[in-house]
């Protein structure tokens, strides 16, 4: 697909200025070398139309519709290529033939949307695409990973080509494995060796190291001679402070240091011999700055040419130039396939080795003064207060039921209102109980006459029956007119109206027994704390406590503990000791069933006490039902 430049003046034609740190974009262009344009644009409320923030050219300016495709990228936030068609008239690179088409890339960072990685440089396949965008974001989430100078003019660019190999394999396989066979493989075609050996050492404190590929092996068979002796020479080459070349004088203090690399040489054909390691003490310059050195994983490589080609010290810098991003990015491959465990354990080697608590100094002396005022505050002793309910409770309390079935007739107080001894609260209605007293009224007046004709007829059997009926007709009357009198609901004595409120259930039925009314007397009050089964051990009689109740959040009252009662109620299925308190001062502020929280202070004791007696006592219980203390 071809895209042109619109037509209005684009933002990336200005001259870019460098915001921060972006030296990965420079390592990224080093990797990267056949790219002949990259470029970071960021989009924000002040660059609406995006802005270049820095970039590395092969060529005289931006590639043409750069903005149009990182707004294009930014929106669908995915990496997004073009093919962009060259002609004689729009080729702006020296190396660009005529009609050859080019390839822009736009790949938004990983870590925020805001930024886009351009890329621009000949035509590549879909694949080559995903393995630069996953490069692109790799290098940005690592800063300072790698810092290198820039790139210089090559005669040829040769060595792009290993980069290429390295992108391609850790896209179709994505394993450092293979990577690491792509390295050995196009190093050995690109330098004119006959063989190239890599092995890694990523426990460098036991000196154990894995022999990982040898060129045009799809495998390594560690039981034969020549895997043995590459890798007996790679682990020499790492004592060594520089790079370590093969043949070497005879009698020299050189050869004596070099015992397994001169047996290479010997037994396996007289090839020269050149090992490389990464990183060296040199590399430290590009480590990570939370990190003791640049990588975990360390690398060894052993090149191998033909009998009577030595490897010169210029070619020794420029192998070792073009080897170091490759050799970089493996390294952390291999980091990043490490085990959590074995990785945070070599990081803490890495940090306690003497050449970076050298570099760090500064920083481990901000730790260890932070250490310890750390502990020097645990130890600091502090008043050790624990927390607990606080209610008020009232000394007298009474429960009005209903006395018999019936239903609601009146309502005259609800919750919260005060009354006054005998004050009526509500009334049930009574008018079954009148008719059934009517009865019984109707019932003595017919005893009375039958009893007085008894009497005129001297009939003695029913005189005595009239005259129980009179006793039991005086009985059911009683029990009707004491009922009338306790349809009333009367305040039995001056208090406050805790629960209770029939305004709304006026007609409704009602059986003997229902809770009507709670009143409580408002002049007698009494402050209780509920504890927690593992504080009441720290509470003793006497200790002060300061109380904030709900409704007063503003005032603090002070209280004393009173005595500690040996008896646990279960509230929500956790037990809670209720223990009274003593308030310091009365108030007509306070009234029955306020509730709120209590801070006791139970003693002092050092800060790390404190905050660590809870886990510390759980830990000892648990470990007692284990068997494992008495």
Same mark, same amino acid.
Request: charged fraction near 20%; proline fraction near 6%.
């Given at each position: 697909?071809?895209?042109?430049?619109?037509?209005? $003046?684009?933002?990336?034609?200005?001259?870019?200025?460098?915001?921060?740190?972006?030296?990965?974009?420079?390592?990224?262009?080093?990797?990267?070398?056949?790219?002949?344009?990259?470029?970071?644009?960021?989009?924000?409320?002040?660059?609406?139309?995006?802005?270049?923030?820095?970039?590395?050219?092969?060529?005289?300016?931006?590639?043409?519709?750069?903005?149009?495709?990182?707004?294009?990228?930014?929106?669908?936030?995915?990496?997004?290529?073009?093919?962009?068609?060259?002609?004689?008239?729009?080729?702006?690179?020296?190396?660009?033939?005529?009609?050859?088409?080019?390839?822009?890339?736009?790949?938004?960072?990983?870590?925020?949307?805001?930024?886009?990685?351009?890329?621009?440089?000949?035509?590549?396949?879909?694949?080559?695409?995903?393995?630069?965008?996953?490069?692109?974001?790799?290098?940005?989430?690592?800063?300072?990973?790698?810092?290198?100078?820039?790139?210089?003019?090559?005669?040829?660019?040769?060595?792009?080509?290993?980069?290429?190999?390295?992108?391609?394999?850790?896209?179709?396989?994505?394993?450092?494995?293979?990577?690491?066979?792509?390295?050995?493989?196009? $190093?050995?075609?690109?330098?004119?060796?006959?063989?190239?050996?890599?092995?890694?050492?990523?426990?460098?404190?036991?000196?154990?190291?894995?022999?990982?590929?040898?060129?045009?092996?799809?495998?390594?068979?560690?039981?034969?001679?020549?895997?043995?002796?590459?890798?007996?020479?790679?682990?020499?080459?790492?004592?060594?402070?520089?790079?370590?070349?093969?043949?070497?004088?005879?009698?020299?203090?050189?050869?004596?240091?070099?015992?397994?690399?001169?047996?290479?040489?010997?037994?396996?054909?007289?090839?020269?011999?050149?090992?490389?390691?990464?990183?060296?003490?040199?590399?430290?310059?590009?480590?990570?700055?939370?990190?003791?050195?640049?990588?975990?994983?360390?690398?060894?490589?052993?090149?191998?040419?033909?009998?009577?080609?030595?490897?010169?010290?210029?070619?020794?810098?420029?192998? #070792?130039?073009?080897?170091?991003?490759?050799?970089?990015?493996?390294?952390?491959?291999?980091?990043?396939?490490?085990?959590?465990?074995?990785?945070?354990?070599?990081?803490?080697?890495?940090? $306690?080795?003497?050449?970076?608590?050298?570099?760090?100094?500064?920083?481990?002396?901000?730790?260890?003064?932070?250490?310890?005022?750390?502990?020097?505050?645990?130890?600091?002793?502090?008043?050790?207060?624990?927390?607990?309910?606080?209610?008020?409770?009232?000394?007298?309390?009474?429960?009005?039921?209903?006395?018999?079935?019936?239903?609601?007739?009146?309502?005259?107080?609800?919750?919260?209102?005060?009354?006054?001894?005998?004050?009526?609260?509500?009334?049930?209605?009574?008018?079954?109980?009148?008719?059934?007293?009517?009865?019984?009224?109707? #019932?003595?007046?017919?005893?009375?006459?039958?009893?007085?004709?008894?009497?005129?007829?001297?009939?003695?059997?029913?005189?005595?029956?009239?005259?129980?009926?009179?006793?039991?007709?005086?009985?059911?009357?009683?029990?009707?007119?004491?009922?009338?009198?306790?349809?009333?609901?009367?305040?039995?004595?001056?208090?406050?109206?805790?629960?209770?409120?029939?305004?709304?259930?006026?007609?409704?039925?009602?059986?003997?027994?229902?809770?009507?009314?709670?009143?409580?007397?408002?002049? #007698?009050?009494?402050?209780?704390?509920?504890?927690?089964?593992?504080?009441?051990?720290?509470?003793?009689?006497?200790?002060?406590?300061?109380?904030?109740?709900?409704?007063?959040?503003?005032?603090?009252?002070?209280?004393?503990?009173?005595?500690?009662?040996?008896?646990?109620?279960?509230?929500?299925?956790?037990?809670?000791?209720?223990?009274?308190?003593?308030?310091?001062?009365?108030?007509?502020?306070?009234?029955?069933?306020?509730?709120?929280?209590?801070?006791?202070?139970?003693?002092?004791?050092?800060?790390?006490?404190?905050?660590?007696?809870?886990?510390?006592?759980?830990?000892?219980?648990?470990?007692?039902?284990?068997?494992?203390?008495?």
């Amino acid at each position: 697909m071809a895209v042109t430049a619109p037509d209005h $003046t684009e933002p990336s034609r200005s001259k870019p200025t460098n915001h921060g740190d972006h030296s990965w974009l420079v390592w990224l262009g080093e990797f990267l070398a056949d790219r002949q344009w990259l470029g970071l644009v960021e989009f924000s409320s002040e660059y609406v139309s995006g802005k270049l923030l820095t970039s590395t050219s092969k060529i005289s300016q931006a590639p043409p519709a750069a903005m149009l495709v990182a707004r294009k990228a930014r929106a669908a936030n995915r990496a997004t290529g073009v093919r962009i068609p060259q002609s004689k008239k729009t080729s702006s690179s020296p190396r660009a033939n005529t009609g050859q088409s080019m390839t822009l890339l736009a790949v938004p960072l990983a870590n925020t949307t805001n930024q886009v990685v351009l890329l621009y440089g000949a035509e590549q396949t879909p694949e080559q695409q995903s393995s630069a965008a996953a490069l692109c974001k790799w290098a940005s989430t690592t800063p300072e990973r790698v810092r290198i100078e820039p790139p210089v003019r090559r005669a040829t660019d040769k060595m792009s080509s290993l980069a290429e190999s390295v992108l391609v394999a850790a896209y179709e396989h994505r394993e450092p494995e293979a990577v690491a066979r792509a390295i050995v493989n196009c $190093t050995k075609r690109l330098c004119g060796c006959v063989r190239v050996s890599l092995a890694i050492q990523q426990k460098p404190t036991t000196g154990q190291l894995n022999l990982i590929s040898i060129s045009d092996q799809s495998s390594i068979d560690i039981r034969k001679i020549l895997p043995v002796q590459i890798q007996a020479a790679i682990h020499e080459s790492f004592s060594a402070p520089e790079p370590v070349t093969t043949p070497v004088a005879q009698n020299t203090a050189e050869r004596k240091q070099s015992v397994a690399a001169m047996t290479l040489f010997d037994e396996q054909g007289k090839h020269p011999a050149l090992y490389i390691r990464y990183p060296t003490a040199s590399d430290h310059e590009y480590a990570i700055p939370d990190a003791a050195t640049p990588a975990l994983t360390q690398i060894g490589m052993v090149l191998e040419r033909p009998n009577g080609q030595c490897f010169q010290d210029a070619q020794i810098k420029a192998i #070792e130039r073009a080897l170091r991003p490759s050799l970089n990015f493996l390294s952390h491959q291999f980091d990043a396939a490490m085990p959590l465990p074995n990785l945070k354990l070599q990081q803490w080697l890495g940090s $306690t080795r003497p050449e970076a608590i050298r570099r760090h100094v500064y920083r481990y002396r901000i730790r260890f003064c932070v250490a310890m005022l750390l502990v020097a505050s645990a130890l600091i002793p502090v008043q050790h207060r624990v927390s607990a309910q606080a209610a008020i409770e009232s000394r007298d309390l009474q429960v009005l039921i209903a006395p018999q079935d019936g239903f609601v007739s009146s309502s005259h107080v609800r919750a919260g209102d005060s009354v006054t001894r005998n004050q009526l609260l509500a009334t049930l209605d009574t008018q079954d109980l009148k008719l059934a007293a009517d009865k019984w009224r109707s #019932e003595s007046l017919k005893n009375a006459q039958a009893l007085q004709q008894a009497l005129a007829t001297k009939d003695r059997v029913a005189l005595g029956r009239l005259r129980a009926d009179a006793s039991r007709i005086q009985a059911e009357m009683a029990l009707v007119e004491r009922q009338i009198a306790r349809s009333q609901l009367r305040a039995p004595f001056d208090g406050v109206v805790l629960s209770g409120d029939l305004n709304q259930q006026l007609g409704a039925a009602v059986t003997r027994g229902d809770t009507l009314f709670t009143v409580a007397a408002s002049n #007698e009050y009494r402050l209780v704390l509920e504890l927690e089964e593992q504080d009441v051990g720290l509470v003793k009689a006497g200790q002060e406590a300061e109380i904030r109740l709900s409704a007063l959040p503003n005032t603090t009252w002070q209280a004393a503990i009173d005595t500690v009662l040996p008896v646990a109620r279960t509230t929500d299925e956790t037990p809670v000791f209720r223990v009274p308190a003593v308030l310091s001062e009365r108030s007509d502020l306070l009234l029955p069933g306020m509730e709120g929280v209590a801070r006791l202070n139970v003693g002092t004791r050092s800060m790390a006490w404190v905050y660590t007696r809870s886990l510390r006592e759980k830990m000892r219980l648990l470990m007692w039902h284990l068997g494992l203390l008495k």
